[in-house]
């Protein structure tokens, strides 16, 4: 399965914040697009040869432990 829209927030009673993410092809790679944010839109500075292995790599960093991760698409 491929994460192509996701919601990302900590977990705990002090992290309110919800944040959008989208997959994106770079010529880098995939990676993907953060929304949500008060600065803006950004994306994460790691790039992955397929999509699939981007939606891995997601998974690895929002570990469940720590974040509550959506998927949307």
């Known amino acids: 399965m491929i ?3 996701a ?3 900590a977990r705990g009673s002090r992290y309110s914040g ?3 993410l989208e997959l994106v092809q770079r ?3 995939w990676t993907y697009r953060v929304d949500g944010m008060t ?3 950004f ?3 790691w790039h992955a ?3 699939e292995k981007a939606t891995r790599k997601l998974r690895d960093v929002y570990s469940e432990a720590h974040w509550e ?3 949307i698409e």
């Open 3 to 5: 994460i192509r829209k």
């Open 7 to 9: 919601e990302v927030s």
């Open 18 to 20: 919800v944040v959008q």
């Open 27 to 29: 010529p880098e790679g």
């Open 39 to 41: 600065t803006g839109v």
């Open 43 to 45: 994306e994460l500075t």
């Open 49 to 51: 040869a397929t999509p």
């Open 69 to 71: 991760l959506k998927i």
